[in-house]
């Protein structure tokens, strides 16, 4: 008889979009006619940088020849990619890395969930409230999360980040052996400056604490004052695990990639104490169940990296990024109260009123055609938010506006 993980029946099936999806459903079914305006689901929309297919095509051109073409390629990323990685991303802001310290992936949400492998079931885990919600069930599966009471996991420590604190996370009050953090942050728009950051280090440093520092959305900072990594922050290395992924920094969402940072210096413990280091665990899990990302895909990565790569991704962040003052602007001169777009592309928007997420998503959705994400979808906290992304089109973003304004003023 196989028995299941019964761990997997705690998770909910309400996920969140599925439940978006079935309201724009029904409300397409009333409403043929109106034009829906998608500012839910956090998936970009401008197409990959030519830099990028140029590469990929060439890539291809390499599989077609005996002398060329690549099998399996190293299950931690090909030294081309990991080497354009170490010094772009990290020798640029000061942070040296070697090469087996870097780990590429098919993407940051696999390394986010898979990374719970290599450590115990029992260990108590911390998240900022909203959170994005794969932080969550992937330890609700190993069964790290206790019972759900109240729409809040028993065994999960929540550190609210809203209006009250200025989005800034308190440290926990309860004893944490995991934290995540996301910044920019997924889904309120919001950063940590050195200063709050180096707090959460030392935090670490001082608990024998680990870190998963989730900076998806690296690429978005326009703020020279605050830390694209985690490293860049003195002592991070013992303590934190970094993810990236080229996803949002690049429109890899459909293509892959992505990676993992696991310092060399960084351990966790044995239940006798003994410290252990995670680089090797992690390099040993990836070896044993992960063959590589595609040498294509790590070929359009690299090219990232070059020049004119580095313009034309850019140049794509300035959309998205115009498209979040956009919002903001006009959220704001409607007199509602905006945060986050400034550093990240999403902007977290207080429901006017006093309304919950789930009647302002209605009312803006039957009155506006426009779709956004109820912010209680992301955790008890998110319960009076709304949340908006600037990855859409300029000409749908400034049409939502104007439907806006006009619903607002
Ligand atoms: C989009 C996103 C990712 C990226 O996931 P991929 O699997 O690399 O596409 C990771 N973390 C957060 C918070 C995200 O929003």
Known sequence: MALINEHFLKLQNNYLFSDIAKKVNS?????PKEKIIRMGIGDVTQPLAPAVIEAMHKAVEDMAGKDTFHGYGPEQGYPF????????????????????????SDGAKSDCGNIGDMLRHDN??????????????SNVMSGRTGVLEDGKWSDVVYIPCTEANNFIPELPSRRVDIIYLCYPNNPTGTTLSK???????????????LIMYDSAYEAYIQDPDI????????????????FRSFSKTAGFTGVRCGYTVVPKELNA???????VPLNRMWNRRQCTKFNGT??????????????????????TIDYYMTNARIMRESLQSCGLRVYGGENAPYIW??????????????????????VGTPGVGFGPSGEGYLRLTAFGDRDDTLEAMARLKKWLL
């Open 81 to 104: 990619l990991i080497d354009a990685i170490i010094k772009n991303d990290y020798a640029s802001r000061g942070v040296f890395l070697e090469p087996s310290e870097v780990f590429v």
């Open 269 to 275: 413990f044995t239940l006798a104490g003994e410290r």
């Open 27 to 31: 409300f397409k079914v009333t409403h």
């Open 195 to 209: 200063e709050e950051l180096k707090k959460w280090v030392n935090y670490a440093l001082a608990n024998d604490c």
């Open 294 to 315: 595609s040498y294509i895909t790590q070929r359009g990565a690299e090219a990232i990296y070059t020049p004119e790569g580095k313009e034309q991704v850019k140049k």
């Open 349 to 370: 928007l207080k429901t006017p009123a006093g309304l919950t997420s789930w009647k302002f998503f209605d009312k803006l959705l039957y009155e506006t055609y426009i």
């Open 227 to 242: 830390p694209h990594s985690i490293y860049e922050i003195k002592g991070a290395k013992k303590v934190a695990i970094e």
């Open 124 to 137: 108590s885990i911390g998240v900022t409230d909203p959170v994005y919600p794969a932080y969550i069930d």
